[in-house]
Nanobody, 128 residues
């Protein structure tokens, strides 16, 4: 079992920055990827960014590429999402997700169904 806990988030003005953190604990020995998704009211949960743990490869949604940066701290089993140049349309609940290497769902990393553990979510609100 893996526990995933997000922190950070809050309120920012358009053009501002926020940083989210997500720490994994428990049976994290087979961490394949950790990523961020977001869900705005009335919309489906959508992919934001992910990092492949062993290789450090990163992937981004087109809507955030160049503004957001995902990074990891191996020793702390923690992933970060630095969000710059925020826009009102970035307002959503942001969820951290963990994908085990042993998970039988394959190696996809851009869909919510690709991940097997989730955090509780943290609200990000960007005012215009």
């Amino acid at each position: 079992q893996v526990q995933v806990d997000e922190s950070g988030g809050g309120l920012a003005q358009a053009g501002g920055s926020l940083r989210l953190s997500c720490a994994a604990s428990g049976r994290t020995f087979d961490n394949y990827a950790m990523g961020w998704f977001r869900q705005a009211p009335g919309k489906e949960r959508e992919f934001v960014a992910t990092i492949i743990w062993s290789a450090g490869s990163t992937y981004y949604a087109d809507t955030v590429r160049g503004r957001f940066a995902i990074s990891r701290d191996d020793a702390k089993d923690t992933v970060y999402l630095q969000m710059n140049s925020l826009k009102p349309e970035d307002t959503a609940v942001y969820y951290c997700a963990y994908k085990s290497a042993s998970d039988p769902r394959g190696l996809g990393v851009r869909r919510p169904d690709d991940y097997n553990y989730w955090g509780q979510g943290t609200q990000v609100t960007v005012s215009s």
